[in-house]
């Protein structure tokens, strides 16, 4: 297909690719004339990434050529995925502020749940967290931890199995940056539902 017609499958202007093209968000047509080239499903695959990434997401072009570039170079899942999450969930901050940061209660949680017993940022995030909660003078005991901790346990088990499945490594990062952004908010707006539940209930009963 033609510009043209890439444009209107995906709803992106014709200037706004050509923009991803001279950023390295989108690799070159196929050159079939000296000012004319054809795009394929990939180039659909990879705009329609690119605006849910911008769109949904809030990533910056930055943040996406970055993403882009682990993707194209071929890095292990794995190591794209962490990636994504850094990225998606803003993790890349606070490891750059604590490094690898421990406390008991995580290194307690790991141990609990069984978790790989690895730095990550994730974990540094969490330590950091942790250690803030405890700075302010907030407990957080352990039978609080072991039941968040079993409860997102499970919730993450879902997530990973749904983020793993596309071979399509667009899809990936399509699976993985937007699950990771509404997942995380839907789980938000559900404990809030909860919250407000049980204490309608509370309420409700020394009325």
Not at 28 to 48: C, D, K, W
Not at 62 to 81: C, F, N, T, Y
Not at 164 to 185: F, K, R, W
């Amino acid at each position: 297909m033609q510009l043209k017609e890439l444009s209107e499958r995906t709803g992106v202007s014709p200037a706004s690719i050509k923009f991803y093209l001279r950023e390295g968000l989108l690799p070159p047509g196929r050159s079939v004339h000296a000012t004319r080239a054809e795009y394929s499903e990939h180039h659909v695959s990879r705009l329609e990434l690119i605006q849910a990434l911008r769109r949904v997401v809030g990533l910056n072009i930055a943040q996406i050529v970055s993403l882009l570039k682990m993707a194209d170079d071929g890095v292990p899942r794995l190591e794209l995925l962490a990636a994504v999450q850094r990225t998606v969930l803003g993790l890349d901050d606070v490891s750059t502020d604590h490094g690898d940061l421990r406390t008991p209660s995580a290194d307690a949680v790991v141990r609990l749940r069984n978790w790989p017993d690895v730095p990550s940022d994730a974990r540094n995030a969490f330590n950091a967290h942790l250690a803030l909660m405890e700075s302010l003078g907030v407990r957080v005991p352990g039978d609080l931890l072991d039941a968040y901790s079993q409860a997102v346990d499970a919730i993450a088990a879902m997530d990973i199995s749904a983020t793993t499945e596309p071979e399509d490594v667009n899809q990936l990062i399509m699976t993985a940056a937007v699950g990771m952004h509404l997942h995380g908010q839907l789980v938000l707006k559900l404990l809030a539902l909860a919250q407000e539940s049980h204490a309608i209930r509370r309420y409700e009963e020394h009325a």
